[in-house]
Nanobody
């Protein structure tokens, strides 16, 4: 049974920062494409950022220049550093790991940006 442990969410004021972490009990973790998605109330889940096993990253236009995705294969962990947070970043954030024929999701962590 694959387990994900997400942490780092919470309440932050606009302009603030948070760092999300997601540790996964996956074998051969380094071959997975890892990603962060988010879902705001009443909206569909959307892609925030991804990182390949080789370290190539991609970002949604709405977070470019503010968020940074990274991974530590030795710790089976993916991170999302979020800076200059805005109220519209408020959502439940989910980590994702995928490779051909396999895909796994974390349980989600709430991020609320509000004054």
């Amino acid at each position: 049974q694959v387990q994900f442990v997400e942490s780092g969410g919470g309440l932050v004021q606009p302009g603030g920062s948070l760092r999300l972490s997601c540790a996964a009990s996956l074998s051969r973790f380094s071959i997975y494409v890892l990603g962060w998605y988010r879902q705001a109330p009443g909206k569909q889940r959307e892609l925030v950022a991804t990182i390949t096993g080789g370290g190539t990253t991609s970002y949604a236009d709405s977070v470019k220049g503010r968020f940074t995705i990274s991974r530590d294969n030795a710790k089976n962990t993916v991170y999302l550093q979020m800076n200059s947070l805005r109220p519209e970043d408020t959502a439940v954030y989910y980590c994702n790991a995928r490779r051909p024929l396999s895909e796994w999701w974390g349980q989600g962590t709430q991020v609320t940006v509000s004054s």
